[in-house]
């Protein structure tokens, strides 16, 4: 093997273990943040589906910019809690860590969370579950 072999070699072996250890690094930041595809659906799917059943509440789901994540507390095992906010909302997931879980599910809306917000005091809170693609209401309360 010549020693240009042998240079190319080493440096496709240093790419390999750059790329290896960038993705890595990326899946870490990625976890960190708190972001779940999954528990991020069961919130968009909420919200379209109060929406839907609760056409009042749509003035007040517009433009919304998620923010939030993992909230669940350090040391809790067997459980999940996770917590966005936007625009006046605040949307909790609670689910258990087992196949399938039944996500339980709290949106809650005050105009008091609005910086500067002057007006009519609506109060929002829709309270369900969702399971299998299914969200099912228990309680809703709209006040003004």
């Known amino acids: 093997m010549t020693c240009r072999q042998m240079n190319q070699k080493t440096v496709v072996l240093v790419l390999f273990c750059l790329i290896a ?3 890595a690094g990326g899946m870490i930041l990625y976890s960190m943040q708190g972001a779940n595809p999954v528990v991020e ?3 968009d799917e909420t919200m379209q589906s109060i929406k839907t ?3 009042e509440t749509a003035q007040f789901m517009k433009d919304l910019a998620w923010s939030g994540g ?3 507390p350090s040391g809790l095992v067997g459980a999940e809690t996770y ?3 936007a625009g006046g909302w605040v949307v909790t997931i609670r689910y258990p860590v087992v196949p399938n879980p039944e996500y339980s599910i709290t949106a809650d809306y005050s105009v008091s969370r609005l910086p500067g917000y002057v007006g009519i005091p609506y ?3 829709w309270k ?3 399971t299998g693609g299914v969200t099912t209401e228990t309680s809703y309360l709209f006040a003004q």
């Open 70 to 72: 993992r909230v669940t």
């Open 41 to 43: 659906k069961v919130k």
């Open 83 to 85: 917590e966005y906010k």
């Open 21 to 23: 250890v960038l993705s």
């Open 123 to 125: 109060r929002i809170v």
């Open 128 to 130: 369900g579950t969702y």
């Open 53 to 55: 059943k609760h056409p």
